[in-house]
């Protein structure tokens, strides 16, 4: 029997670039609503709780964005995540902040489909642009109406 000490893991840093989306925010553009990014307990999730309006349908949701780790495998490089809501949808993502720019790919890390938007110098508006793989998108924009906590 093994009497080693036990190492908890840690959250990969990169996490740590996702707290600036920490909070409630009011959602404008294509879609409406607001949407509440919290963090799971340990932080190595970040949690998106979504209430929108879509092409006129009331959609709520929910997103668990973090790096995938299979059993027995390393965590993945990029950050994902996979989205739920109410209409049937699942959809995957990765998510990456640069600077002022969040990037947020359909599927996977350079995908056709995609938002790019830039956070002001406050970091309390972000606006950018859903862009879709047939010309299509809409114009969006988040402003921070909460502040949340950090990861405990």
Do not use: C
Request: proline fraction near 5%; charge should be negative.
């Amino acid at each position: 029997m093994e009497t080693g000490a036990y190492t908890a893991p840690t959250p990969n840093p990169d996490m740590q670039s996702l707290n600036r989306l920490v909070g409630s925010w009011k959602v404008s553009g294509g879609v409406e609503g607001i949407v509440t990014y919290r963090w799971m307990e340990g932080g190595f999730f970040l949690i998106q709780d979504v209430q929108l309006k879509q092409y006129g349908q009331d959609v709520k949701g929910i997103e668990i964005i973090g790096h995938v780790q299979s059993f027995g495998e390393e965590p993945s490089k990029d950050i994902k995540s996979r989205y739920y809501d109410s209409m049937g949808n699942t959809l995957d993502y990765v998510y990456e902040i640069d600077g002022d720019t969040l990037m947020i790919w359909g599927g996977e890390k350079g995908s056709p489909a995609y938002f790019k938007g830039e956070f002001n110098t406050d970091g309390n508006v972000n606006s950018g642009r859903w862009v879709y793989p047939d010309g299509g998108g809409y114009e969006s924009t988040m402003t921070r109406i909460e502040t949340g906590a950090g990861p405990e």
